[in-house]
């Protein structure tokens, strides 16, 4: 079992940037997948951004691409969501997640995620 914490939300206005972190409670394997989403009021859960925790393969919605960057601390554990130029349509609660499953690429797909942490509020104002 492992414990995913998420950090670093809040309020932010439009344009500006926000660094998500996930830290998870025991060591990662280099064949996982760290993966980010989130969810918008009255929406359905949605794919952000993926790693493998080797390094082999990320992955980015094309909602932000160009805006987000996925990266990973191995030291730390972590793995981070550089989220810059927000817009109000970035407006969620942004999810970590672990995904066990073993492949050359990371997924993208919520069912393929095996742990998730509790989410960490976004709201970006206009």
């Known amino acids: 079992q492992v414990q995913l914490v998420e950090s670093g939300g809040g309020l932010v206005q439009a344009g500006d940037s926000l660094r998500l972190s996930c830290a998870a409670s025991?060591?990662?394997?280099?064949?996982?997948?760290m993966g980010w989403f989130r969810q918008a009021p009255g929406k359905e859960r949605e794919f952000v951004a993926c790693?493998?925790?080797?390094?082999?393969?990320?992955s980015l919605a094309d909602s932000v691409k160009g805006r987000f960057s996925i990266s990973r601390d191995s030291s730390k554990n972590t793995v981070n969501l550089q989220m810059n130029s927000l817009e109000p349509e970035d407006t969620a609660v942004y999810y970590c997640a672990q995904s066990r499953l073993y492949g050359s690429v990371c997924y993208r797909a919520i069912g393929e995620y095996d742990y998730w942490g509790q989410g960490t509020q976004v709201t970006v104002s206009s």
């Open positions: 025991v060591r990662i394997f280099h064949t996982y997948s």
């Open positions: 790693t493998k925790w080797d390094g082999a393969s990320t």
